[in-house]
Nanobody, 131 residues
């Protein structure tokens, strides 16, 4: 079965860190750019970051600059979202997703994460930032 499984998250205090993992099952993640998205209930899902197949990162939200980073370990078939200095407004469901392979391969959107066609979504992980 082809799927992407997330782990990590939970309840963290403001200022603390959390790391989310995104692991593929049944296929190799190294062929794909991986996007990270988040959604607050009742609001639209927004793209946060994306990591390309070569490890280059793209940020879509200024608020996460300097706090969130994305990395990949292709040997473990896993991509990570490291979130530091978390704020209560970071509370959301977080999703990873594989970007569909086009004529030029799987690529992160340069500016609009909504333009990315997604093959597989992770199941979502709730991160709650609260004291």
């Amino acid at each position: 079965q082809l799927q992407v499984v997330q782990s990590g998250g939970g309840l963290v205090q403001p200022g603390e860190s959390a790391r989310l993992s995104c692991t593929a099952s049944g296929f190799f993640l190294d062929y794909y750019a991986i996007g990270w998205f988040r959604q607050v209930p009742g609001k639209e899902r927004e793209g946060i970051l994306c990591i390309g197949t070569s490890g280059d990162g793209t940020k879509y939200i200024k608020d996460v600059e300097g706090r969130f980073t994305v990395s990949r370990d292709d040997a473990k078939n896993t991509v990570y979202l490291q979130m530091n200095n978390l704020k209560p407004e970071d509370t959301a469901f977080y999703y990873c997703a594989t970007v569909s392979r086009g004529p030029d391969g799987s690529r992160c959107a340069k500016s609009d994460p909504k333009s990315m066609i997604i093959d597989y979504w992770g199941q979502g992980t709730l991160v709650t930032v609260s004291s």
